[in-house]
């Protein structure tokens, strides 16, 4: 794997882009240490999950977009967002950031020792344990219809 992991938000991960082949994910990351396919609960169609485990990288591919990338996840320390190691920031830290990217609108949502930060505007969730970052999602954007609005 190519050694960018720059976390960009509604755009992808590194140079691979939301819209990517399995065939683009596979040559950019390589093969997949493990291959699941999910029931979408409330919505139409499957999603097709990749975990790179020992990269800390999970790979969404949904069935009703012909199978194309359209979300990450990451707990890969080295990750990059916006300049910085997100894993080594805090809550705080975090909020300002995406604040600081135009990304101001943000949910929260606590569910035992899990805190979930969501930045609906960037299609992108911060998972903190305690108060250590554990995990960032983000996915392609959607218009207010759920069209897909892929990155150029």
Known sequence: MKENLEIKPLIGFGDLKFGASKKEVESFFGSPQEVETLDMEGEDGQ??????????????FEKELKDICSNFETDNESSILFGKEVFSLSKEEVM??????????????KEDEELIIFFPDAHMQFVFEKDDLVLVSWAVAMDDKEKVLWPE
């Open 47 to 60: 999603v097709e999950v990749w975990s790179y485990w020992d990269q800390g990288h999970s790979v969404y």
């Open 96 to 109: 300002e950031l995406m604040k600081e990217q135009g990304f101001a609108e943000v949910e929260e949502e």
